[in-house]
């Protein structure tokens, strides 16, 4: 499908991230509160007050509380209809343009609010050149990845109040440390904070017992950028026997738009060779990851941008659609606002690494920045931004930046308590 033209003429340029093809979703604070938006060329339209204004109307009200919470819960048929209204209201020769133009807001102007109340999240480990650089590091090459790793996306449930959208920033947290020679922990903040590139898929359509992946894939809503900040020093010491905790649970990110996933479909490809043939409950049924290429940077406080790596979403193992299918074998029910992370997304070269632990190999090997300043892990006051884009025919389907600052950890919460 070519570029679609729309009265909003910033919106019909081949490197716009937001043309009439994509019409992403997103909630950003007016004077009267949150209202929910969707991002056409260099502006957004307030939907809330344009609906409550009957210049644009749905099967029923969905732009209401400043969220898509009821969007997202509806039928994938209602989906559909709700873009098909959308994409009329703002094309090109659309009565509706002389209405809706007083309700545009320039995107630059914008705060965004969380788009979504998040249900429950999961965080999977499901890029294969990610796990097989981080068990490089601490195993070996030789038992670098473990014998589940080829058969089952391995994940881990984490904190849905965790979750927050781009532009909050991230306090550095607490926790207890281990040396590599010390007997005892220390309670310190941490000292290897680090970050995760990711893409969140959101699930709309509830589930009441296991579903294939065909009907797993029905049911995502949309995808985001997310960050899954890490603290490494506080996982080393935690995650034996049962994996991640606090080390996972300081915050996090996501970009403030949802782009639907039917703006993705021409952008489809195909997962990777498979070593094993995958048990039927997770078979690939057609093409099941999206050619999204993807972006981190990294801005010191004060100074320039520099770019730690670029990749590409199609590098991952298991689909989102395979990792809910996979949840949902024990009988696990999934409700609309779930939120499942892909697992960091690596490419198989040095530039493609989607963290910190991978680019600077544990500390060992610094990352320079653009000013001669060096990373092994993030500083207090780092402007850590996460961007992508998938290529259609003509035009781009963008997702807004997904970013977050460091800010110095607090004063020990628990001095002064008596033993």
């Known amino acids: 499908m070519p570029l679609e033209k729309s009265w909003v003429t910033s919106a019909n340029s081949a490197n716009c991230a937001f043309p009439l093809n994509n019409l992403p979703l997103g909630s950003m604070k007016t004077e009267n509160g949150a209202a929910c938006a969707v991002a056409i ?63 545009l807001v320039p995107l630059a102007d914008i705060t965004p609010n ?115 900040w890490s603290a490494r020093d506080i996982q080393a010491w935690e995650y034996q026997p049962l994996g991640p905790f606090q080390a996972k649970a300081t915050a996090t990110s996501i970009s403030p738009w949802i782009v639907m996933k039917e703006a993705l479909e021409p952008c489809r490809t195909e997962t990777p060779p498979r070593e094993f043939e995958l ?11 999206y050619d999204i290429d993807l972006e981190v940077s990294l801005t010191p406080q004060g100074q320039k941008a520099s770019t730690l790596a670029r990749t590409n979403y199609r590098e ?29 997304i690596s490419g198989p070269e040095k530039h493609q690494r989607g963290s910190l632990l991978e680019l600077s190999w544990g500390g060992k090997e610094p990352m320079e920045l653009a000013e001669g300043q060096s990373r092994s892990f993030l500083q207090d006051g780092d402007k850590l931004t996460l961007s992508g884009h998938a290529q259609g025919e003509g035009y781009l389907i963008g997702f807004g930046e997904c970013s977050g600052v460091v800010l110095p950890a607090l004063s020990n919460p628990f001095e002064g308590e008596k033993e």
Not at 279 to 289: N, T
Request: hydrophobic share 40%; charged share 15%.
């Open 41 to 103: 060329g260099d502006f957004a339209v307030n939907l809330t007050a344009a609906e409550a204004a009957g210049l644009i109307s749905f099967a029923k009200p969905l732009c209401v509380d400043g969220n898509w919470d009821h969007l997202i819960s509806e039928p994938s048929q209602t989906w559909a209809s709700f873009r098909r209204t959308l994409k009329s209201a703002l094309a090109l020769g659309s009565s509706a343009e002389a209405g809706l133009n007083s309700y």
């Open 114 to 228: 969380m788009p979504f109340i998040v249900a429950e999240y999961t965080d999977f480990y499901a890029g294969r050149h990610h796990a097989t650089n981080v068990g490089t590091m601490f195993r070996g090459a030789e038992n670098a990845l473990p014998p589940n790793w080829l058969h089952i996306p391995i994940g881990y449930n984490g904190r849905a109040s965790s979750v927050v959208v781009s532009g909050t920033d991230v306090r550095r947290p607490w926790g207890q440390l281990k040396g590599p020679n010390d007997d005892l922990p220390t309670f310190a903040p941490c000292a290897r904070f680090d970050f995760e590139l990711e893409m969140g898929a959101i699930v709309g359509r509830p589930s009441t017992g296991p579903v294939s992946v065909a009907q797993a894939d029905a049911m995502i809503f949309g995808y985001v950028l997310l960050n899954d």
């Open 279 to 289: 048990l039927p409950h997770l078979r690939d049924c057609g093409p099941m990851l």
């Open 316 to 344: 991952m193992y298991f689909s989102s659609a395979q990792q809910l299918a996979h949840h949902t074998t024990s009988g696990c029910s999934m409700r609309s606002g779930d939120l499942l992370g892909s697992g960091t």
